[in-house]
């Protein structure tokens, strides 16, 4: 997996939706509650149905961590299905990992080796050494948080150096050399869509990874105007506005219904870019 | 639990050692891989060796993760071992987790509840919203990332405002509030002794949780300098130089004389500072 290949599914599905698989037990339909693994059932489902509409799915892996080795267990028959299914998709783990460097292996290991993800959440507060062992896997990415989208984002991310530069863009400028376009990405949350335009003035070419979109509140077409670049290179995802939109047998028909909505909206925008015909 | 039984703890043990599960199935004796679990078994045997001479447990959550179901198997068994032979005893789950609201949520619940540690380490980077949910949780524990032991550490937790001061600093000032000395404690790192002293003017009676002595070079009489206070206010924790000292049979037996000779010299530090008789 790399940038080229990654814009290549963009332009073949003529979407940049990134759909995360928040898959709650607690929220997922009764229907579903007398197969063996219902949260594996729910995803796969969600999977049959949206698949046309998405480039990336992006499991929470705190809604798999918090039923043990079962709820892990889901988390490998989802990876698993989509990889036999479909072989032609982006698979992020949201984990949002980050420790001094002999555990950050172990993590590398656990989310791109044991489950076979292509990408997968790091939190930057531990530096560099901390960042590194997931970049000497080959293949694969780390999307580094820099702007996230929730309220308290302010707390630190804004923190303000003497030259007036907050926490987040030093993030950015430190991390870009650390890697490049085909394994790093940034998390830029859509919440704050007006700051893309000068993150972009740093990372030109880098994939960005934008929450906030749905449940969050942010505007698709703000965030194409400040973050497209000439392989698209954003990535938007939406989690709960997809995945439970319907609270009945309907869930998956609703599920893609929700997400051919935005396919539809990002189709407009790539096409208006130029970036598809 | 609370800062006052964890004090009663290192009053009766005469330590103040934590000792790191980061119970890596490569590094385990070979004598161990013909039992049906055997990072469980090399788990047991270090704490009946060991639990004499500490006050509290940290799994790395990195160690188990890496083999999925099974990896969470071995936690769970570990920790059910733990309350059910040896109730008195602080257990952390080293995690380093941090996300939005509902996702922080769904993690506490998994360590607190599923897991049923007392404490977890949490990342401070997306800010208050995401530390709250942990805090929520009655008699149990957040351990927030301040200063950590490893060398990029000093990459983002050093950036420095207008007014001088530290992120680190900072991420302490603003948290503060957040919780109180029952239910928050912070990461400090022993490769930093001397910062301890500035942060005890910044919390004087919080809890303190000092990685970094043993395998990564920290000072335990440094520490003890800066950093006790008058309810000994710190837990150092050493991990591979103690689970690891040993490679064959000896494994718990070198391990044992491990802690032991950490627990010795806190018992003379506690001695000396009049903490104990």
């Known amino acids: 997996m790399n940038a080229e290949i990654l814009f290549s599914y963009i332009c073949s599905k003529r979407s940049y939706l990134c759909i995360g698989l928040d898959s709650d037990e607690e929220k997922i339909p009764r229907c579903l509650k007398e197969f063996e693994h219902p949260v594996y059932e729910f995803n796969k489902r969600i999977i049959d149905a949206t698949i046309p509409y998405c480039v990336a799915y992006k499991p929470n892996l705190a809604f ?71 970049l000497e896997f080959k293949n694969k990415f780390i999307i580094l948080l820099a702007l996230t989208s929730n309220p308290s984002a302010s707390d630190f991310q804004y923190y303000t150096s003497k030259e007036n530069k907050p926490l987040f863009k030093e993030v950015i400028d430190k991390s870009k050399s650390w890697g490049d376009i085909d394994n790093l990405i940034y998390v830029v949350g859509a919440t704050k869509a007006s700051m893309l335009k000068a993150i972009r003035k740093q990372i030109p070419a880098h994939f960005l990874l934008i929450p906030g979109i749905g449940a969050q509140g942010g505007d698709l077409n703000e965030v194409a105007k400040y973050g497209l670049n000439r392989r698209c290179g954003i990535l938007v995802n939406a989690s709960r506005s997809i995945i439970f939109a319907g609270k009945d047998e309907n869930f998956a028909a609703r599920a893609a219904f ?19 015909l």
């Open 64 to 134: 798999y961590e918090c039923r043990g080795g079962a709820g892990l267990r889901d988390l490998e028959l989802t990876i698993g299905y989509l990889r036999k299914h479909y072989p032609d998709i982006f698979l992020i783990a949201d984990a949002k990992r980050g420790d001094i460097g002999n555990t950050s292996k172990m993590y590398a290991r656990t989310f791109f080796e044991y489950f076979n993800f292509d990408a997968v959440t790091v939190a930057p507060y531990m530096g560099e050494d901390s960042v590194k062992p997931f």
């Open 258 to 276: 929700e997400a051919k909505k935005l396919q539809q909206q990002m189709e407009i925008i790539l096409k208006d870019a130029k970036l598809i």
